[in-house]
């Protein structure tokens, strides 16, 4: 063995080079509670690394919600900048601002998003995009309601650098003005392996449902605006024809939407009330068909869901889910007017749909913009984030 001369000159070090800062990214948010908004949130989040963006999510709602772990174990930094007392909201978004120092501003509280964004203008942040989620605000038409609106939309023209919406039903929401090429859509993106790792029979071992009966299946949280009890008329109409079939709702915020209208569903032998799920992945493979009788929708990430694994989608006739059944195989529109008895004779015809035509759906779906990995890449763009080699 040769020794190495200490007295020798050592060659020169490289320097390593310094690395790119990570860009400081604000995001504008009610709360973090299981809802479609803060699943597709926390996907982005995971799928961009903190080396390459810093996240900061600011609820507005006086909680931080019960995904806040989850945040933060992807990396983020989540903090309160309550809403109320109004009046001191400004003073208090401010701080924030000044205490973040974000390259970036991302807001996602609807019309809202105007004030906030006005904000990060005088705050002088470069990029400051309002998300928009939905078709609506589910709020009534009152003069004093279209007169904020058209208040917020001005502001919003004003402060924003991008106006991005999830379907275009979404941008018209937010007013866009002709030729303006800020006001775009932005498609959510499903992680399809949040639903992998399951089949069938084992789905249906979890919730102790026969291997020979068609099974309906719905995911989303008790609100008015998800018209849950529908589910409940479809699923009698649906047992005229099929007296086995069963229905699977899991979603939070409790069942009393459906005990209300529904009184004794919760007895029933054949309907599942799941509550509140960790995973979709036994709810969506369990299933042969989803339904989704929503009165309003932005871009539904459990549509994307289910379709990534093969499970037909039966939906209201909404503006944006009319947008989105011409992109993907698998999703049929029925209005909400046809009634039960239609509903449930079209659920059955597509919970009849054999292995080919599940794989099909799937297939589609997961060779699709709607992937984590493309809307991951463009949020990198919209951030100017430099992917690491």
């Given at each position: 063995?040769?020794?190495?001369?200490?007295?020798?000159?050592?060659?020169?070090?490289?320097?390593?080079?310094?690395?790119?800062?990570?860009?400081?990214?604000?995001?504008?948010?009610?709360?973090?509670?299981?809802?479609?908004?803060?699943?597709?949130?926390?996907?982005?989040?995971?799928?961009?690394?903190?080396?390459?963006?810093?996240?900061?999510?600011?609820?507005?709602?006086?909680?931080?919600?019960?995904?806040?772990?989850?945040?933060?174990?992807?990396?983020?930094?989540?903090?309160?900048?309550?809403?109320?007392?109004?009046?001191?909201?400004?003073?208090?978004?401010?701080?924030c601002?000044?205490?973040?120092?974000?390259?970036?501003?991302?807001?996602?509280?609807?019309?809202?998003?105007?004030?906030?964004?006005?904000?990060?203008?005088?705050?002088r942040?470069?990029?400051?995009?309002?998300?928009?989620?939905?078709?609506?605000?589910?709020?009534?038409?009152?003069?004093?309601r279209?007169?904020?609106?058209?208040?917020?939309?001005?502001?919003?023209?004003?402060?924003?650098?991008?106006?991005?919406?999830?379907?275009?039903?979404?941008?018209?929401?937010?007013?866009?003005?002709?030729?303006?090429?800020?006001?775009?859509?932005?498609?959510?993106?499903?992680?399809?392996?949040?639903?992998?790792?399951?089949?069938?029979?084992?789905?249906?071992?979890?919730?102790?449902?026969?291997?020979?009966?068609?099974?309906?299946?719905?995911?989303?949280?008790?609100?008015?605006?998800?018209?849950?009890?529908?589910?409940?008329?479809?699923?009698?109409?649906?047992?005229?024809?099929?007296?086995?079939?069963?229905?699977?709702?899991?979603?939070?915020?409790?069942?009393?939407?459906?005990?209300?209208?529904?009184?004794?569903?919760?007895?029933?032998?054949?309907?599942?009330?799941?509550?509140?799920?960790?995973?979709?992945?036994?709810?969506?493979?369990?299933?042969?068909?989803?339904?989704?009788?929503?009165?309003?929708?932005?871009?539904?990430?459990?549509?994307?869901?289910?379709?990534?694994?093969?499970?037909?989608?039966v939906?209201?006739?909404?503006?944006?889910?009319?947008?989105?059944?011409?992109?993907?195989?698998?999703?049929?529109?029925?209005?909400?007017?046809?009634?039960?008895?239609?509903?449930?004779?079209?659920?059955?015809?597509?919970?009849?749909?054999?292995?080919?035509?599940?794989?099909?759906?799937?297939?589609?779906?997961?060779?699709s913009?709607?992937?984590?990995?493309?809307?991951?890449?463009?949020?990198?763009?919209l951030w100017?984030?430099?992917?690491?080699?």
């Open positions: 063995m040769t020794l190495a001369d200490p007295t020798a000159p050592r060659p020169a070090q490289r320097r390593p080079p310094e690395s790119t800062p990570a860009v400081r990214v604000l995001h504008v948010v009610g709360c973090l509670d299981r809802g479609g908004i803060e699943t597709a949130s926390l996907d982005i989040c995971r799928a961009v690394p903190p080396g390459q963006a810093h996240q900061t999510f600011v609820t507005v709602n006086g909680v931080t919600g019960s995904l806040t772990p989850a945040y933060r174990d992807a990396g983020a930094t989540v903090v309160q900048c309550p809403l109320r007392p109004r009046h001191l909201f400004p003073l208090r978004l401010w701080r601002l000044r205490a973040a120092r974000p390259d970036v501003v991302v807001s996602h509280i609807s019309l809202f998003s105007a004030a906030v964004l006005a904000a990060a203008r005088v705050a942040v470069p990029v400051r995009i309002a998300r928009m989620w939905s078709e609506g605000d589910d709020k009534p038409a009152s003069l004093r279209r007169l904020l609106r058209g208040l917020c939309r001005a502001v919003l023209a004003h402060a924003a650098t991008d106006v991005l919406g999830v379907t275009a039903a979404a941008v018209d929401f937010a007013g866009p003005r002709p030729h303006d090429r800020r006001y775009r859509v932005l498609y959510n993106g499903v992680d399809t392996a949040r639903t992998d790792g399951w089949d069938r029979a084992a789905a249906r071992r979890r919730w102790e449902l026969p291997d020979d009966v068609p099974v309906f299946g719905f995911l989303g949280r008790a609100h008015p605006v998800k018209n849950r009890p529908f589910l409940v008329e479809v699923h009698h109409a649906a047992r005229e024809h099929h007296p086995g079939a069963r229905l699977l709702v899991a979603g939070p915020l409790g069942v009393d939407d459906l005990t209300t209208a529904h009184p004794g569903v919760d007895r029933d032998p054949h309907v599942v009330l799941a509550g509140e799920v960790e995973e979709v992945g036994p709810v969506l493979h369990a299933a042969d068909v989803l339904l989704l009788p929503s009165l309003r929708e932005g871009l539904p990430g459990v549509v994307l869901e289910a379709l990534s694994v093969g499970v037909p989608v939906a209201a006739d909404l503006p944006s889910l009319r947008e989105l059944s011409v992109l993907v195989s698998g999703l049929t529109l029925v209005p909400l007017s046809a009634g039960p008895r239609v509903w449930a004779r079209v659920a059955l015809e597509q919970a009849g749909a054999d292995d080919a035509r599940r794989a099909d759906i799937a297939r589609a779906l997961r060779d913009p709607f992937t984590l990995d493309h809307v991951a890449r463009q949020w990198r763009r100017r984030v430099d992917p690491a080699p």
